[in-house]
C-alpha cells in the first residue's frame, strides 16, 4: 500500500502565501516525481508545480513566478509555497506522486485526498 497524506491549506486572505506539505509512506521502491495539482469548483484539475527526479519542475501557467515547489527524494515529501493569493487561488489541492511500488515493476500515478484552499477577497 502506498499513502500520499497532506497537510496545510485552510482559509487564507488574498495577497496572503500558501504552504502545503506531503509525505508518501508504505512500500515505496522509487521515487520518479512529485507535485501538486489543484480543482476548482466547475473546472478541470490543472498542475499547480511538479518536480521530477531527473531534476526538471514544471509550473501551471496560472502560478509561474508565485510558486515555489521542494521536494526531498530521501523523505519522499513535497512543499509547495504559493504567494501573492487571489480568489481565483480557491481549490481542493492534490498532492500527486509517480513512483514505483516495491511490488511492481512500473511507476504508476497516486494522489492525496485533497486539501481545500479558500481565499477570501
Known amino acids: 500500500q502506498v499513502y500520499l497524506v497532506e497537510s496545510g491549506g485552510g482559509l487564507v486572505q488574498a495577497g496572503g502565501s500558501l504552504g502545503l506539505s506531503c509525505a508518501a509512506s508504505g512500500s515505496i521502491f522509487r521515487v520518479g516525481a512529485m507535485g501538486w495539482y489543484r480543482q476548482a469548483p466547475g473546472k478541470q484539475r490543472e498542475l499547480v508545480a511538479q518536480?521530477?527526479?531527473?531534476?526538471?519542475?514544471n509550473y501551471g501557467d496560472s502560478v509561474k513566478g508565485r510558486v515555489t515547489i521542494s521536494v526531498d527524494y530521501v523523505q519522499k515529501t513535497v512543499d509547495l509555497q504559493l504567494n501573492g493569493l487571489n480568489p481565483e487561488d480557491t481549490a481542493v489541492y492534490y498532492c500527486?506522486?509517480?513512483?514505483?511500488?516495491?511490488?511492481?515493476?512500473?511507476?504508476?500515478?497516486?494522489w492525496g485526498q485533497g486539501t481545500q484552499v479558500t481565499v477570501s477577497s
Open positions: 500527486h506522486a509517480i513512483l514505483t511500488p516495491l511490488d511492481s515493476e512500473i511507476a504508476k500515478n497516486y
Open positions: 518536480s521530477t527526479n531527473m531534476g526538471s519542475t
